[in-house]
């Protein structure tokens, strides 16, 4: 039997400097909407938090499915403890949104519908490695979904069920999900979920198991030596660490960005800053 080969070419690969990737953005976007990730490196693939957490535990003789359930009902079972309301015991989608809020492992990837949002994400670690941000044409991404799921309702809590934890012939797909009700940072990082529907299999797995269309996938790489330039510019349109993500730690981590420039953009005399160090 010939042994089937490898699909090499199921996404667009695009090297690019800081000017060019938003120059490509603007040529791409002419065809149609995309969705972005930004990510820290782009020898990484696209993973969901679940994803890696299989992949980080050493002895697992069960199927995903079962690693899945058994988180999601502990959430459930004591998420009232910690916050005041929660999704209705149906509403799984709105569960999995809540869980990766506050840092779950869950078959959700966080997308955005802002290019810009999704260049923070990717330059905002400090670390020196070239950055990767992926784009996902979203009217292919619908078709591709209707055409896994004939046209249901992915939204309808029994049709979510049906086709997202299905537990035998689950079919292997990908769909733009949002719950109903949307947390403050959701909609301020304009933040859309990538939902695998096969937990059997890795999101990068269901991803690739779409019917590919030019252009409906493209991997922005971006050298590490944009950095800088690129922070500065999103820190302009007021986008950082701090706006993205309003609370105290978000506005400390923030100071990761501005670290090369707070000096220069403050330009606070050092006899003050002598003060702030001295021992009163």
């Known amino acids: 039997m010939k042994k089937k080969e490898k699909r ?4 667009t690969t695009e090297k690019v400097d800081w000017d060019t990737f938003l120059r490509k953005v603007k040529q791409y976007e002419k065809d149609g909407a995309y969705i972005y990730r930004g990510q820290s490196s782009e020898k990484q693939k696209l ?3 679940f994803d890696r957490a299989v992949s980080a535990s050493q002895e697992l003789n069960k199927k995903r499915w079962i690693y899945e359930a058994a988180i999601l009902r502990e959430f459930m079972r004591r998420a009232h403890q910690y916050v005041t309301h929660v999704p209705g015991e149906n509403d799984l989608l709105e569960w999995m949104a809540l ?4 840092g779950a492992p869950t078959r959700l990837v966080d997308f ?8 923070y994400f990717a330059f905002s670690s400090v670390v020196c490695t070239t950055r990767a941000i992926w784009a996902v044409r979203l009217d292919w991404l619908q078709n591709e979904t209707k055409r896994k799921t004939d046209k ?3 939204h309808d809590a029994e049709n979510f069920k049906k086709y997202f934890l ?11 999900m949002n719950a109903e009700r ?4 959701l909609t301020i990082q304009q933040g ?5 529907g096969n937990i059997e299999q890795s999101f990068w797995q269901n991803l690739r198991s779409l019917k590919y269309k030019k252009n409906s996938i493209v991997k922005f790489i971006i050298p590490h030596e944009a950095r800088n330039r690129a922070l500065t510019e999103l820190n302009h349109m007021n986008i950082s660490k701090a706006t993205l993500f309003p609370d105290l730690g978000g506005f400390a981590e923030s100071l990761n960005d501005r670290f090369e420039f707070l000096f220069k953009d403050f330009d606070v005399p050092e006899k003050i800053l002598r003060d702030v160090v001295s021992v009163k």
């Open 99 to 102: 869980m990766r809020h506050y």
């Open 192 to 196: 859309v979920f990538l939902c695998p």
């Open 166 to 176: 299905a537990l035998e012939h689950a079919k292997s797909f990908v769909a733009a």
């Open 182 to 185: 949307m947390n403050e940072r």
């Open 47 to 49: 993973k969901s938090s």
């Open 152 to 154: 249901d309702n992915l």
């Open 112 to 119: 955005t519908y802002s290019h810009y949002i999704a260049a």
């Open 8 to 11: 090499k070419d199921w996404y």
